[in-house]
């Protein structure tokens, strides 16, 4: 099993940042991670993935050249880091590990789920 826990969501201006963690604990394997949000009344979405090695990378086309997810394998961590905020990027933000090594997009392939943190960027 693997457990993930998420912190650094919160209340941000528009036009701000933060940075969201991942830490991972439990068993260790060669895994791809995800960061994946959830709006009221929307699906969950990949915003972004990340190779074990971290040399590979996807952006969904809406937060690409504002997000930048990175990995530190040492530290069992992935970060998203989050620029440019806008009130449309408000949603509760879940991390996942898939069973592969290389970046899967597809929510299925994402069995580790972390429970998720709350970013609300106000207007």
């Known amino acids: 099993q693997v457990q993930l826990v998420e912190s650094g969501g919160g209340l941000v201006q528009a036009g701000g940042s933060l940075r969201l963690s991942c830490a991972a604990s439990?068993?260790?394997?060669?895994?791809?991670m995800g960061w994946f949000r959830q709006a009221p009344g929307k699906e969950r979405s990949l915003l972004a993935g990340?190779?074990?090695?971290?040399?590979?990378?996807y952006y969904l086309d809406s937060v690409k050249g504002r997000f930048t997810i990175s990995r530190d394998n040492a530290k069992n961590t992935v970060y998203l880091q989050m620029n440019s905020l806008k009130p449309e990027d408000t949603a509760v933000y879940y991390c996942?590990?898939?069973?592969?090594?290389?970046?899967?997009?597809?929510?299925?392939?994402?069995?580790?789920w972390g429970q998720g943190t709350q970013v609300t960027v106000s207007s």
């Open positions: 996942a590990a898939s069973s592969s090594s290389k970046v899967v997009t597809a929510i299925y392939e994402y069995p580790y």
């Open positions: 439990g068993r260790t394997f060669r895994y791809s």
């Open positions: 990340i190779s074990w090695s971290g040399g590979s990378t």
